[in-house]
């Protein structure tokens, strides 16, 4: 296990001037994992003020004080440092209605979401594990951190993180956390669309995603997520061979599905994330591999779209076609022709909508290999036909 030197040296920093430091959440679990971690969490009895004071001789953002939150940069490095907290009752299922600051540990733990992830360590090592969370990681487990009808009661996020952490790390979920997920899925609605499509966006992602989508689909949850959706039970079976992207991964789940696009549009995704998935589901693959076909397919849906259709469909003869033709050819679209819009008005009388409707019909005889993608070849055969 090695800590990055700039994280020790925050670490040794609060230890001297006599506060409490540990890395805690995702970064301890991860180590455990023997995986790298992809970022520091810190959790400090030192107030937020306390922290900042001794930082004083690093750049320090104060990233969310009201949380107890200060960023320090040192090295390079950016960890988040984080007063051990408490939190009160959530009385909209999704933020608590105050936090209030601890000198305890074991209260910063304690308000966790999995075992997994409420494990803290210290500079040497030493793991402060109250729940059994490195039995859990053992035994690849998720399992809530006291009742799980409560926590998900308190922050219904927590449900959908349950099976996103199980997706990622192929773990199981324990029964009883199961089965208060699945009870109280409907508190989903309660939760912003941006934090749900984020941690569905992760868990689609998952090496075991399919498994646990299908035990999703079976209980019910994702009626809490999309309006009457109807889900792509057969995609589940091969959805974790697909790439590990969130976009082709929504495609093959809601695939069929008359109301996917606004499902898409429910989610508060960003404009390209939605044109993709839209791309890929409007895309309807010819049923031969002549190849003026598929150069049709590229044109009307783009490369990337036809190529992750190709592999929504399980079709790897298609999916290598398509693939050879995008990496031997380089004429798709309009762009692409040797010729413009002006060269069809320079050498005919063409005027407005014409001038597109030639151009169509010189893309498609390319596509069709009645003329070569060459200037003087397409300027003849424009004006011969
Ligand atoms: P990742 O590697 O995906 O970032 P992570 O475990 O670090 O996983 P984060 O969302 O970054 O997950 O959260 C950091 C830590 O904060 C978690 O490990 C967990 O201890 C705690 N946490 C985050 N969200 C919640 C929540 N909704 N309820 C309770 N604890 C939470
Ligand atoms: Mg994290």
Do not use: W
Request: aromatic fraction near 8%; charged fraction near 25%.
């Amino acid at each position: 296990m090695h800590i990055p030197a700039p994280i020790a040296y925050i670490l040794q920093k609060l230890a001297a001037a006599g506060y409490e430091g540990y890395l805690v959440g995702g970064c301890v679990r991860d180590f455990l994992l023997g995986k790298e971690p992809s970022d520091f969490d810190i959790t400090t009895s030192a107030l937020p003020e306390e922290t900042m004071a001794v930082f004083a001789a690093d750049r320090v953002i104060p990233t969310g004080l009201q949380h107890g939150t200060v960023t320090v940069l040192h090295d390079g490095m950016a960890a988040e440092i984080t007063t051990y907290r408490t939190e009160t009752t959530y009385a909209d299922g999704r933020h608590p209605d105050s936090v209030s600051f601890s000198r305890d540990l074991g209260d910063d733990l304690c308000r966790r979401d999995f075992t997994v992830n409420a494990m803290a360590m210290d500079a040497a090592g030493n793991i402060v594990d109250l729940y059994g969370g490195r039995a859990d990681l053992d035994a690849k487990i998720i399992r809530a951190v006291g009742d799980p009808t409560l926590r998900f009661t308190e922050d219904a996020l927590r449900i959908l993180r349950a099976f996103r952490f199980a997706a990622k790390l192929g773990f199981t979920i324990e029964k009883n956390t199961l089965d208060a997920a699945i009870t109280l899925a409907p508190r989903l609605t309660l939760v912003s669309r941006e934090r749900v499509f984020a941690e569905l966006e992760k868990l689609l992602c998952g090496a075991s995603a399919g498994e646990i989508l299908s035990i999703m689909a079976d209980g019910g949850v994702f009626e809490h997520i999309f309006e009457k959706p109807q889900i792509n039970t057969a995609a589940l079976r091969y959805i974790d061979s697909l790439p590990p992207r969130a976009d082709i991964r929504l495609a093959a789940l809601l695939d069929g599905d008359p109301h996917a696009d606004m499902h898409i549009a429910s989610l508060k995704t960003s404009a390209h994330f939605a044109d993709s998935v839209k791309a890929i589901l409007a895309c309807e693959l010819p049923n031969t591999s002549e190849l003026p076909a598929l150069r049709r397919v590229i044109f009307t849906s783009g490369k990337q779209a036809a190529l992750d259709r190709a592999q929504i469909e399980q079709d790897p003869a298609l999916y290598e076609a398509l693939s050879a033709l995008i990496e031997n050819e380089s004429c798709f679209t309009f762009a692409d022709l040797a010729i413009g819009g002006g060269d069809v008005i320079a050498a005919t009388n063409l005027r407005g909508k014409a001038v597109g409707e030639a151009l169509q019909s010189l893309l498609f005889a390319v596509f069709d290999e009645k003329v070569a993608n060459l200037r003087e070849d397409l300027m003849d055969y424009l004006l011969k036909s």
